[in-house]
C-alpha cells in the first residue's frame, strides 16, 4: 500500500451529485491534498481553508488548517497542512475528513477513503470525475451588512426616503430645517 484513493464530494444545493475520486500517495501532504482537490473541481482561488479529521458521523474533529490562525498562546495549536502527511491522520480503513474551502463562501467537500491502492503515485490525479463543478465564484459571498441595513446599488443605506418621512420640525424646536441632500 502506497497510495490511498479518496472520493471527494462537493456539498452542493442541487440534486446531482458532483465528486472526484483522487487517487494520492500516502506521504503526500494535506497541502498537496487540497491543491489537487482545487485542481479536480477547477478552484484557482487561494483562499482560507481547513481540513478537520471526520468520524462515522460527519462530525468535526482535528482542524489541519492551510495557515496557523492561532493567536492564544494558550490554546492547543492548530495542525498545519504543510506539516502533516495524510498517513499521520489516516487512522482506519473508512477515513472521512471535511474540507472547508472559503470561508466566506464555504464551499464544503466530504472527503471519505474509498481503498487503499498499491502502485506508486508520483502525483495525485483523478480517476473518476462525476457531474460538472459549479464556477467557484458562483456563490454569492455572505454579508451580514447588507442583509442588515438593506443595503442595494441604488442608495447607500436603504431607501433615502425612510430618512426624510419621520422628520418632524416642531420636535427639533426653531432653526432646525429639513434638507434634501447631505450639506455639511
Avoid: C
Avoid at 148 to 166: I, Q, R, W
Amino acid at each position: 500500500m502506497s497510495a490511498y484513493k479518496f472520493r471527494v464530494l462537493l456539498d452542493n444545493e442541487g440534486s446531482a451529485e458532483i465528486f472526484r475520486d483522487i487517487i494520492i500517495d500516502q506521504k503526500a501532504t494535506f497541502e498537496t491534498f487540497y491543491e489537487s482537490i482545487k485542481a479536480a473541481f477547477s478552484f484557482k482561488h487561494e483562499q482560507m481553508a481547513s481540513f478537520y479529521v471526520s468520524n462515522e458521523d460527519w462530525d468535526k474533529g482535528e482542524e489541519i488548517s492551510i495557515v496557523d490562525v492561532n493567536f492564544d498562546l494558550d490554546a492547543e495549536p492548530v495542525g498545519l497542512m504543510s506539516n502533516l502527511t495524510l498517513e499521520d491522520r489516516v487512522i482506519d480503513s473508512s477515513q472521512k475528513f471535511i474540507l472547508v474551502h472559503d470561508f466566506l463562501n464555504m464551499w464544503i467537500f466530504l472527503v471519505e477513503l474509498q481503498s487503499f491502492v498499491d502502485e506508486d503515485v508520483s502525483a495525485p490525479y483523478v480517476s473518476l470525475a462525476m457531474g460538472n463543478a459549479p464556477d467557484e465564484e458562483s456563490r454569492e459571498e455572505l454579508n451580514e451588512f447588507e442583509d442588515a441595513y438593506d443595503f442595494n446599488e441604488n442608495d447607500e443605506f436603504g431607501d433615502s426616503d425612510d430618512l426624510e418621512d419621520d422628520f418632524d420640525e416642531d420636535e427639533f424646536g426653531e432653526g432646525y430645517e429639513q434638507r434634501d441632500e447631505y450639506d455639511y
